[in-house]
């Protein structure tokens, strides 16, 4: 039913005070279009459009920070393959630099080392065999804060090396989690693929990364949702199962699939779980503090006891933090809530809906950054239409609720069916960077929506944060290089996996190149890794 003046008028009131939410339980049954229209009213102009002013600064729980705009950007061809011959895709799931690597060159370009993960492979068309894996690269740039003539490049992202992923002998797979290896040796039951030639092995998502000064990694995925722990050489040593209200059951028993058989089966594709993470709405978002002892980790969207399969209702996500002082002995220490903003999308079938989160990153004790993006527009989705949101923005969690002590044996909810609890308080969420913002990417010949040879590809999944260094232009104190790396889905003409003995043609029929983008921007409480 329509909202009565008055409720409309109470509704917008209270959401802008901070003491109602979209969702919120006691506007049950309320048109959700009209609900969502009062809701998007209560927001700030800039969250909702791709116009917003350049350099404008954004204060944050009291903290102010200023984007100083976009400065390179490059990319790298659909059809680049790595070292065993696969193609070099899908890698901007996460991103980690070797901070102490980057430096000044004598040219005014800047030049380090960075980490990045692929997900799961090549995965349009159902999931493949592929090996989970990190690549390693030499990023160069020479910021700008003009303008690229004809639409050419300053940033180069050279390929350098891969490390595959193991558990013990076995290989680990990016095939659908159809399958669970039993508890044993300190790890929990694991989500699984069966092989062709190694039988079953632990199935892996990657969406989320971390490198440690040691040169090991932390790694969120999405099957589980799951975090694991692996040494420099690749091999996994923990496995951290998260609370029982995110593990996925269906019909009672513990199911990790994601609803994508392997390519060219006659498996049916997974309904989402009962309860638990929704099919591919895992640990997308994965931070940790400086000190290397609190590691963060975030859900792409709701659980299903959420509201997690509702496109409306989908918004309030779970963040965990760990205390991983021991890594074999993780401890949970602290759960919050984050409501994601809601959109009007372009198309109108598909109105109104949720956000989601695509990577977390830590910037002080209680604020992170959180890259928040819309999906199905942009380079690769197969859509003509323009995103209505891609943004850097801040979360924080100073004066949210924890709610880790509701945590049991069982599932818990907190926003059962999509409608928040009452007394619950949510993070703390600004708006910061506009990916979309056509004056920026109109300097790199690039823009929001058509025509394809110059679209700002669909989805970007990670950040990682750079110092600018001393006698760079633009230095300062406080100043940083913000990075976000494209996922192209490996979508290509030309592609290979099975370590290159399978050739495969994307049903797309297009090519869609990794991109990169890089801004500047003052990020007073931001403490850099050494």
């Given at each position: 039913?329509?909202?009565?003046?008055?409720?409309?008028?109470?509704l917008?009131?209270k959401?802008?005070?901070?003491?109602?939410?979209?969702?919120?339980?006691e506007?049950?049954?309320?048109?959700?279009?009209?609900?969502?229209?009062?809701?998007?009213?209560?927001?700030?102009v800039?969250?909702?459009?791709?116009?917003?002013?350049?350099?404008?600064?954004?204060?944050?729980?009291?903290?102010?920070?200023i984007n100083?705009?976009?400065?390179?950007?490059g990319?790298i061809?659909?059809?680049?393959?790595?070292?065993f011959?696969?193609?070099?895709?899908?890698?901007?799931?996460a991103a980690?630099?070797?901070?102490?690597?980057?430096?000044l060159l004598?040219n005014g370009?800047?030049?380090?080392t960075?980490?990045?993960?692929?997900?799961?492979g090549?995965?349009?068309?159902?999931?493949?065999?592929?090996q989970?894996?990190?690549?390693k690269?030499?990023?160069?740039?020479?910021?700008?804060?003009?303008?690229?003539?004809n639409?050419?490049?300053?940033?180069?992202?050279?390929?350098?090396?891969?490390?595959?992923?193991?558990?013990?002998?076995s290989?680990?797979?990016?095939?659908d989690?159809?399958?669970v290896?039993?508890?044993?040796?300190?790890?929990?039951?694991l989500p699984?693929?069966k092989?062709d030639g190694?039988?079953?092995v632990?199935a892996?998502?990657?969406?989320?990364?971390?490198?440690?000064?040691?040169?090991?990694?932390?790694?969120?995925?999405?099957?589980?949702p799951?975090?694991?722990?692996f040494t420099?050489?690749?091999?996994?040593?923990?496995?951290?199962?998260?609370?029982?209200?995110?593990?996925?059951?269906?019909?009672?028993e513990l199911?990790f699939?994601?609803?994508?058989?392997?390519?060219?089966?006659?498996i049916e594709?997974?309904?989402?779980?009962?309860?638990?993470?929704?099919?591919?709405h895992?640990?997308?978002?994965?931070?940790?503090?400086?000190?290397?002892?609190?590691?963060?980790?975030?859900l792409q969207e709701?659980l299903?006891?959420d509201g997690?399969?509702?496109?409306?209702?989908?918004?309030?996500?779970r963040q965990?933090?760990?205390?991983v002082?021991?890594?074999?002995?993780p401890r949970l220490?602290?759960?919050?809530?984050v409501?994601?903003?809601?959109?009007f999308d372009?198309?109108?079938?598909?109105?109104?809906?949720?956000?989601?989160?695509?990577?977390?990153?830590?910037?002080s004790h209680?604020?992170?950054?959180a890259?928040?993006r819309?999906?199905?527009h942009g380079?690769g989705?197969g859509?003509?239409?323009?995103?209505?949101y891609?943004?850097?923005?801040?979360?924080?969690q100073?004066?949210a609720?924890d709610?880790?002590r509701?945590?049991?044996p069982?599932?818990?909810?907190?926003a059962?069916?999509?409608?928040?609890?009452?007394?619950?308080?949510?993070?703390?969420?600004?708006s910061?960077?506009?990916?979309?913002?056509?004056?920026?990417l109109a300097?790199?010949?690039?823009?929001?929506?058509?025509p394809?040879a110059t679209?700002?590809?669909?989805?970007w999944?990670?950040?990682?944060?750079?110092?600018?260094p001393?006698?760079?232009?633009?230095y300062?104190?406080?100043?940083?290089?913000?990075?976000s790396?494209?996922?192209?889905?490996?979508i290509?003409q030309n592609?290979?996996y099975?370590f290159g003995?399978?050739?495969?043609?994307?049903?797309?029929?297009?090519?869609?190149?990794?991109?990169?983008l890089?801004?500047?921007?003052?990020?007073p409480?931001?403490?850099?890794v050494?």
């Open positions: 039913m329509p909202i009565p003046d008055q409720i409309a008028i109470e917008v009131f959401i802008a005070a901070g003491g109602a939410s979209y969702g919120s339980s506007y049950e049954g309320l048109e959700e279009v009209n609900i969502m229209a009062y809701w998007l009213m209560a927001f700030p800039h969250q909702l459009t791709s116009k917003s002013i350049r350099l404008e600064p954004s204060t944050c729980i009291g903290i102010t920070y100083r705009g976009l400065v390179a950007y990319s061809a659909s059809d680049a393959r790595d070292s011959g696969d193609t070099l895709g899908g890698f901007g799931s980690a630099p070797d901070v102490s690597s980057f430096q004598k370009s800047i030049r380090g960075i980490f990045a993960v692929p997900d799961r090549w995965n349009t068309e159902g999931s493949v065999d592929y989970s894996r990190i690549h690269f030499q990023l160069t740039f020479n910021p700008t804060f003009g303008s690229i003539a639409g050419s490049q300053n940033l180069n992202l050279g390929y350098e090396d891969t490390t595959l992923f193991f558990k013990g002998d290989p680990t797979t990016g095939l989690a159809d399958y290896i039993p508890a044993s040796d300190g790890f929990p039951d699984a693929g092989t190694n039988g079953t632990p892996i998502d990657q969406e989320g990364l971390i490198r440690l000064r040691d040169g090991s990694y932390w790694i969120s995925d999405e099957y589980g799951y975090i694991y722990h420099e050489q690749g091999q996994m040593t923990t496995a951290i199962r998260p609370p029982q209200s995110f593990v996925p059951y269906r019909d009672g199911s699939s994601s609803g994508n058989p392997p390519v060219g089966s006659d594709e997974a309904d989402d779980p009962d309860n638990g993470r929704a099919n591919n895992g640990f997308e978002g994965l931070a940790i503090s400086t000190d290397e002892r609190y590691l963060t980790v975030q709701a299903v006891q997690g399969t509702h496109s409306t209702r989908q918004n309030n996500t965990l933090t760990y205390d002082t021991f890594r074999n002995h220490i602290s759960e919050y809530i409501q994601q903003p809601g959109i372009p198309q109108e079938d598909k109105n109104p809906r949720a956000t989601a989160i695509s990577e977390l990153h830590y910037l209680n604020q992170f950054f890259l928040t819309d999906s199905d380079r989705s859509s003509d239409t323009p995103s209505t891609r943004h850097i923005d801040i979360v924080s100073r004066d609720t709610i880790v509701q945590e049991g069982g599932s818990v909810a907190v059962p069916n999509g409608y928040l609890l009452p007394n619950l308080k949510v993070e703390d969420y600004c910061f960077i506009d990916i979309n913002n056509n004056t920026d300097r790199f010949g690039l823009q929001n929506g058509p394809f679209e700002l590809n669909e989805k999944e990670s950040i990682a944060i750079v110092p600018v001393r006698g760079a232009k633009g300062g104190e406080k100043e940083f290089y913000i990075i790396i494209s996922d192209n889905d490996f290509t592609g290979y099975n003995r399978t050739q495969y043609a994307d049903a797309s029929g297009v090519n869609v190149d990794t991109q990169v890089v801004w500047q921007a003052h990020l409480n931001y403490i850099a050494e």
